[in-house]
T-cell receptor
Framework: DAMVIQNPRYQVTQFGKPVTLSCSQT?????MYWYQQKSSQAPKLLFH???????NEADTPDNFQSRRPNTSFCFLDIRSPGLGDAAMYLC??????????????FGPGTRLTVL | RKEVEQDPGPFNVPEGATVAFNCTYS??????FFWYRQDCRKEPKLLMS???SGNEDGRFTAQLNRASQYISLLIRDSKLSDSATYLC?????????????FGAGTRLFVKA
């Protein structure tokens, strides 16, 4: 049974055309993350929600925004995709405590192509 | 210097071989360490957490050396199915919770 679901699995958009990627989870985890992963590179954390608290990484471009309307869902909005934004976007969740030992569970990812 | 560094490989080994990967991290305050496995065009999946005392899970052994700031993964009796990219993950407490940093991964090919 899928625990972290991402839709769509593949997304094609045009240069500059806004796009929204979605993530949902059945784990009831309090933390949700968005990563960007380019070919042969490490997943790069864009931002995460700790419950409703939004935490943006310092080097995440303003072009990337996120919304978490409830515990189960989280969205990644790319306001004006550029060619350099083509990548795999991974959503992850965890049940975070205070010691940092929580495991992150990843969704299958959305592969974004920008034309 | 990158915060988390791994030898990208690839490591090409025959079935049955023992192979070891290292990962170094730059922040001495880092608290939690993990190894994830990522198959081609798939999402990362947790392989094992890394504890201070070292830990073993079947053919896999993970070690942490805080003094030298590295973690290692040893795979014994390699199987064809072990072929994947192995990602080192380091978590450091910061404002807003823990910061998670992935290494770029070490690619392993196990050949018959």
């Amino acid at each position: 049974d899928a625990m972290v679901i991402q839709n769509p699995r593949y997304q094609v958009t045009q240069f500059g055309k806004p796009v929204t990627l979605s993530c949902s989870q059945t784990l009831n985890h309090n933390v949700m993350y968005w990563y960007q992963q380019k070919s042969s590179q490490a997943p790069k954390l864009l931002f995460h929600y700790y419950d409703k608290d939004f935490n943006n990484e310092a080097d995440t471009p303003d072009n990337f925004q996120s919304r978490r309307p409830n515990t189960s869902f989280c969205f990644l909005d790319i306001r004006s995709p550029g060619l350099g934004d083509a990548a795999m976007y991974l959503c992850a969740t965890s049940s975070a405590g205070t010691d940092g030992t929580d495991t992150q569970y990843f969704g299958p990812g959305t592969r974004l192509t920008v034309l | 210097r990158k915060e988390v560094e791994q030898d990208p490989g690839p490591f090409n080994v025959p079935e049955g071989a023992t192979v070891a990967f290292n990962c170094t991290y730059s922040n001495s305050a880092s608290q939690s360490f993990f190894w994830y496995r990522q198959d081609c065009r798939k999402e990362p999946k947790l392989l094992m957490s890394v504890y201070s005392s070292g830990n073993e899970d079947g053919r896999f052994t993970a070690q942490l050396n805080r003094a030298s700031q590295y973690i290692s993964l040893l795979i014994r009796d390699s199987k064809l199915s072990d072929s994947a990219t192995y990602l080192c993950v380091v978590k450091t407490r910061g404002t807003g919770g823990f910061k998670t940093i992935f290494g770029a991964g070490t690619r392993l090919f196990v050949k018959a």
